[in-house]
């Protein structure tokens, strides 16, 4: 009976050890987080011409929170270090008349570049508005 509890004394002792090597190499091939993307576009306006100064905002899908980039003065942008998974771009011209455009959603994807571009649409008209008559 003892070389028995011997025995199993022994094959525990090798079992704890056999398990926390794999515990050990389960930690280690734990899966990595997912490499950061890249988005980069341009802001175009209503002509077709690229905006001059506009602001990008950056909105992951069913969220308010957002990140925000300015465009370069040629309307590119560049939007680095983006966590994978859907989101929204809102673009927004400068000045009076600056207009603002979105995108639908679009998909970022691990250690990607997506191009998502944005055109503005004008939402001040530039014509003389019409006053009330004073009677």
């Known amino acids: 009976m003892r070389k028995t509890i011997a025995i199993s004394f022994v094959s525990l002792l090798v079992l704890t050890a056999a398990g926390l090597c794999l515990s050990a190499n389960a930690a280690i091939r734990a899966p990595q987080p997912a490499a950061p993307g890249t988005i980069t576009g341009t802001v175009y306006n209503a002509d077709g011409t690229p905006a001059d100064s506009a602001t990008v905002y950056l909105f992951p899908k069913g969220s308010l929170l957002y990140t925000t980039t300015a465009q370069q003065v040629d309307g590119s942008y560049v939007i680095n270090d983006v966590a994978p998974g859907q989101y929204r771009i809102v673009a927004h011209g400068e000045g009076l008349g600056g207009g603002i455009g979105s995108t639908t959603l679009f998909t970022v994807s691990a250690g990607q570049t ?10 001040i008209s530039s014509s003389p ?7």
């Open 114 to 123: 997506t191009v998502v571009n944005v055109w503005l649409e004008y939402s």
């Open 129 to 135: 508005v019409a006053q009330p008559s004073a009677n």
